[in-house]
Antibody
Framework: QVQLVESGGGVVQRGGSLRLSCEAS????????LHWVRQAPGKGLEWVAF????????YYADSVKGRFTISRDNSKNTLYLQMNSLRGEDTAVYYC???????????????WGQGTLVIVSS | DIVMTQSPDSLAVSLGERATINCKSS????????????LAWYQQRLGQPPKLLIY???TRESGVPDRFSGSGSGTDFTLTISSLQAEDVAVYYC??????????FGQGTRLEIK
C-alpha cells in the first residue's frame, strides 16, 4: 500500500536549520508530484512547498520562500525539505503529501504521512 | 492568492442527521477548458493526518462512504454528510488546487455530535 513516512523533526533554536525527509513506498515515486504541508498547534493546514515528479518545478509559499528548499531523490524514493533561518512561526507538524494525479501541477493530495513535529525555540 | 472561506467554523449535528459545510473561493476554481472545478475536501480526525474525501468538487475518493457528497461550481461549494455517524467527528477542510502556487485551504470546520 502507498506509504509516506516523515522524519527529521525536533527542537531547533531560532535561526537554526533542520532537514526533513519523507520516505515513500507502494507507488512509482518518480511519476508523482509531492508537497510539504504544515499545521501549527491547534491551527489549520498551510501548504508549504511543491516539487514536480521530475524535480524540475518547485514552488513555495511566500512565508517560506528564500528560507526553505524542497527537493527529491527519485533513486531513493525520498522527498526532502531543507529549512534554514527558522522562526517561531515555523513551529508545526510537517506532513508530506502525494499528488493523486501523476505528471501534473494541479492535483489534490491522496496520501499523507503521519507528520513530524518541528519546534523552534527561542 | 485564492482565499478559501468555510462556514460555519463549527457545527453540532445529531447522529443520523444531515451535516452541511460550505466553502467559498475568492475567485472561480472552474477551469473552462475541461469544465472541472479544482476543489477538494479533506477530513482530519483528532491526531491524524488529513484524508482525501472528494475531488473535482464532487468525485468521491475510493473507499469513502457514499454518505459523503460534494456539490457546487465556480466559487461556491458544499460538503454534505447525509446521515452523521460517530466516526465522522472531525475537522473538515476545503482546498483549491486551481492555482499552484499557492495551493490554499479553508480555515476548517469542526464537526461534533449534538
Amino acid at each position: 500500500q502507498v506509504q509516506l513516512v516523515e522524519s527529521g523533526g525536533g527542537v531547533v533554536q531560532r535561526g537554526g536549520s533542520l532537514r526533513l525527509s519523507c520516505e515513500a513506498s507502494g507507488f512509482t515515486f518518480s511519476n508523482y508530484g509531492l508537497h510539504w504541508v504544515r499545521q501549527a498547534p491547534g491551527k489549520g493546514l498551510e501548504w508549504v512547498a511543491f516539487v514536480g515528479y521530475d524535480g524540475n518545478n518547485r514552488y513555495y509559499a511566500d512565508s517560506v520562500k528564500g528560507r526553505f528548499t524542497i527537493s527529491r531523490d527519485n533513486s531513493k524514493n525520498t522527498l526532502y525539505l531543507q529549512m534554514n533561518s527558522l522562526r517561531g512561526e515555523d513551529t508545526a507538524v510537517y506532513y508530506c503529501a502525494k499528488d493523486l494525479l501523476g505528471s501534473t501541477t494541479w492535483s489534490p493530495f491522496d496520501c499523507w504521512g503521519q507528520g513530524t513535529l518541528v519546534i523552534v525555540s527561542s | 492568492d485564492i482565499v478559501m472561506t468555510q462556514s460555519p467554523d463549527s457545527l453540532a449535528v445529531s447522529l443520523g442527521e444531515r451535516a452541511t459545510i460550505n466553502c467559498k473561493s475568492s475567485q472561480s476554481v472552474l477551469y473552462s477548458s475541461n469544465n472541472k472545478n479544482y476543489l477538494a475536501w479533506y477530513q482530519q480526525r483528532l491526531g491524524q493526518p488529513p484524508k482525501l474525501l472528494i475531488y473535482w468538487a464532487s468525485t468521491r475518493e475510493s473507499g469513502v462512504p457514499d454518505r459523503f457528497s460534494g456539490s457546487g461550481s465556480g466559487t461556491d461549494f458544499t460538503l454534505t454528510i447525509s446521515s452523521l455517524q460517530a466516526e465522522d467527528v472531525a475537522v473538515y477542510y476545503c482546498q483549491q488546487y486551481y492555482s499552484n502556487p499557492p495551493i490554499t485551504f479553508g480555515q476548517g470546520t469542526r464537526l461534533e455530535i449534538k
